[in-house]
């Protein structure tokens, strides 16, 4: 007889899906190829730091890497292409390639405004659109941004940040209506403080800065990439057939206050 553990875990299981992660360099995008890779699912993974390089090495039969901008349109055909030339679909999108800005609103500079939505917004939207046009003509799948509870709520010295992942939760919903009758499922997790080196160069002592955050959150804590990265596999999998133009909150408790 089939238990409901068993049901649990096959509709957790990727085997056989294909999955590009960008931003997989590092931090949740790093943990989530992880993860997805270790339930079964191959990869091709892309960031502006070879390191993905080396992530796609060490596996060369089931990774392939590419290195560039995540706003580039060319690089975002290249990479859906890659997936279906070298494991012959795409099941899955994580769109989690970003750069944070904190600085008051008095001391952004328009360039600097505009170089965050470039990244973040412009960057999820082409990788998106391709990853939209290769599914549609494969018969479905399942794209996951990686938002931010600033896609919410407000907090000061994040006027750009908060307007590109605020575009990140619309663009969520969009997609989700467009695709539904396309078997394209979207939706978007919505991470807290999380300890990543996202800081580094913003500001100085960036992952002590972020670890300060720890007492804010109801849990009593900061979040770990690992714990996000469960957030979007589940996502991505059967086990969230019916779940799209959702805005997951995966934050200790920091958005129920």
Known sequence: MTTSTTIHSASWDLTGRVAVVTGAARGIGRATAELLRARGARLVVTDRLDAVEKFAADDPGNVAALVGDVSDAE????????????????????????????KPITETGVEEF????????????????????????????????????????????????????????????????????????????LPGVIDTDIMAGVVDNGREMLASFGPDHPIGRIGRPEEVAEAVAFLGSDAAAFITGSLLAVDGGWTAQ
Do not use: C, H, W
């Not at 055909?77 to 800005?101: E, H, K, P, S, W």
């Not at 996951?144 to 509870?149: D, L, T």
């Open 75 to 102: 690089l975002a055909r290249a990479t859906m292409q890659l997936a279906t030339d070298r494991f012959g679909r795409l099941d899955i999108l994580v769109n989690n390639a970003g750069r944070t800005l904190n």
């Open 114 to 189: 505009d170089e965050i939505l470039r990244i973040n917004a412009r960057g999820n939207f082409v990788q998106a659109r391709e990853a939209f046009r290769t599914m549609e003509s494969g018969g479905g799948g399942a794209i996951v941004s990686i938002a931010s509870v600033s896609s919410v709520v407000a907090f000061a010295t994040q006027t750009a940040y908060a307007a590109s992942k605020g575009a990140l939760a619309q663009i969520t919903r969009v997609l989700a209506v467009e695709g539904g009758p396309k078997g394209i499922r979207s939706n978007a997790v």
